[in-house]
């Protein structure tokens, strides 16, 4: 406990409190809860009502909607079009990423689960694009793979599926139980070249992130499920998605720029020390 508190004053008191934001956004309220207050019914029931093909149709759809995220991140490595490292990063486009998305679930919600195959490659692909952006303006270096698979991982990071074990742990835990699978899949890409995009390492990872993503997909897709939800529900269902990746990723981010500046054990007994109650 002492070690924690000696953690927690060794970070200056603007980094403290971008710490305890962080957390404020990595712990909040699960994304069913977010979704139920929006439609104003509970998400298990609305789950329990879906076609028995729906499961297989998110799971698919989850998956190439991630490899279209990863060609993405393939094809931009690499690349020196962006700031210049001493520049000091701008801030992340939030709010044109929130639009952009809310006008896909207009669509979706007009079309419910059978636009989900068109919808959610696009969803998913602004919405990597968004936490990118967050990314960099956290300071990490898009043109690294393993900034790149970072990214891709804060879709992972967005929930736990009912049979993961650290589904009642915190962040840390989490993060912990995808970096293994990270390290393997960005090494052999940096040891074999792009196109590794094949590669066992990297079809685990894409499969691990993918279950948890489903989840979430599904929630998604369950909130929209109600009869004539329409366009606009549509697009306030897309707009709380979004949303609650952005703050995922900004926390996520936040942490690992902390990181970088104090070391990983500094930040994390600091992080162990915010009491979440008072995160806010």
Same mark, same amino acid.
């Given at each position: 406990?002492?070690?924690?508190?000696?953690?927690?004053?060794?970070?200056?008191?603007?980094?403290?409190?971008a710490? $305890? &934001?962080?957390?404020?956004?990595?712990?909040?309220?699960?994304?069913?809860? %977010?979704?139920?207050?929006?439609?104003?019914?509970? +998400?298990?029931?609305?789950?329990?009502?879906?076609?028995?093909?729906?499961?297989?149709? #998110?799971?698919?759809?989850?998956?190439?909607?991630?490899?279209?995220?990863?060609?993405?991140?393939? &094809?931009? !490595?690499?690349r020196?079009?962006?700031?210049?490292?001493?520049?000091?990063?701008?801030?992340?486009?939030? +709010?044109?990423?929130?639009?952009?998305?809310?006008?896909?679930?207009?669509?979706?919600?007009?079309?419910? +689960?059978?636009?989900?195959?068109?919808?959610?490659?696009?969803?998913?692909?602004?919405?990597?694009?968004?936490?990118?952006? #967050?990314?960099?303006?956290?300071?990490?270096?898009?043109?690294?793979?393993?900034?790149?698979?970072?990214?891709l991982?804060?879709?992972g990071?967005?929930?736990?599926?009912?049979?993961?074990?650290?589904?009642?742990?915190?962040?840390f835990?989490?993060?912990?139980?995808?970096?293994?699978?990270?390290? %393997?899949?960005?090494s052999?890409?940096a040891?074999?070249g792009?196109?590794?995009?094949?590669?066992?390492? !990297?079809?685990?990872?894409?499969?691990?992130?993918?279950? &948890?993503?489903?989840?979430?997909?599904?929630?998604?897709?369950?909130?929209?499920?109600?009869?004539? #939800?329409?366009?606009?529900?549509?697009?306030?269902?897309?707009?709380?998605?979004?949303?609650?990746?952005?703050?995922?990723?900004?926390?996520?981010?936040?942490?690992? $720029?902390?990181?970088?500046?104090?070391?990983?054990?500094?930040?994390?007994?600091?992080?162990?020390?915010?009491?979440?109650? +008072?995160?806010?």
């Open positions: 406990m002492e070690q924690s508190s000696l953690a927690a004053q060794s970070l200056s008191d603007e980094d403290q409190n710490l $305890r &934001r962080a957390k404020h956004e990595l712990e909040s309220p699960a994304l069913a809860m %977010k979704l139920a207050s929006i439609v104003g019914a509970p +998400l298990e029931k609305l789950l329990a009502r879906m076609p028995a093909f729906a499961n297989e149709k #998110i799971a698919d759809a989850t998956e190439l909607a991630l490899r279209k995220c990863l060609a993405i991140a393939l &094809r931009t !490595l690499g020196q079009d962006s700031a210049a490292p001493l520049a000091a990063p701008d801030k992340p486009s939030n +709010l044109l990423h929130k639009f952009a998305v809310a006008t896909t679930g207009a669509a979706g919600g007009a079309f419910g +689960l059978f636009a989900l195959p068109v919808e959610l490659p696009i969803t998913t692909t602004l919405m990597f694009r968004s936490i990118c952006d #967050i990314a960099r303006s956290e300071g990490e270096d898009l043109t690294s793979i393993d900034t790149q698979l970072q990214c991982t804060v879709l990071m967005g929930g736990t599926s009912t049979a993961d074990d650290d589904a009642d742990f915190g962040y835990i989490m993060r912990g139980a995808l970096a293994q699978a990270v390290s %393997k899949a960005s052999e890409i040891t074999k792009f196109t590794a995009h094949g590669s066992a390492a !990297l079809l685990r990872l894409l499969h691990t992130i993918a279950a &948890r993503f489903s989840v979430q997909v599904s929630e998604q897709i369950a909130a929209k499920s109600i009869p004539a #939800i329409g366009a606009v529900l549509g697009a306030m269902v897309n707009t709380v998605f979004i949303d609650h990746f952005q703050q995922v990723a900004h926390g996520h981010f936040t942490v690992r $720029r902390l990181e970088r500046q104090y070391g990983h054990e500094t930040v994390e007994a600091a992080y162990q020390t915010i009491d979440i109650a +008072l995160a806010g």
